[in-house]
């Protein structure tokens, strides 16, 4: 079985596109790939405005998994663009999780429950950004 998960981005005063993602979306796996890899407003703007299946996140656009479109998708897809926030946390209900980017940060929303990821990576991230320090 998979976990997917609903990654959105806020456009707009109460405004969110988002898109679907099948596998891997449980916090190691696209929450930490959004994190490291997705910070750029632009970029993820582009992400959601997709209308395509995501099978599988990867670091950009180039590595990045898409189902191919079909009618239904098509059908399905709709339903996350555009939508208000009342709309995406009712949507975040048929997700294991939902990633919403918003003002430069990376949220998780899980159970009702609005969580930075700055509390599962910020450590991480430091240690990273310190190391890379020493080597220079």
Known sequence: MSTNALVAYKNGQDNYDA???RFDGYVEGVG???YFNWSEDAKIAKLCKIEKEIRELGED???TEFYPVTNWTLRYIHKFKGISQNDLENQAGN???TYIYSNGTWWML???ELKNLDDNFLDERMKMEDESEEEE
């Open 19 to 21: 898109i679907s993602v």
């Open 32 to 34: 930490r790939m959004l």
């Open 61 to 63: 656009f180039d590595k």
């Open 95 to 97: 997700f294991s999780y």
């Open 110 to 112: 899980k159970n009702g």
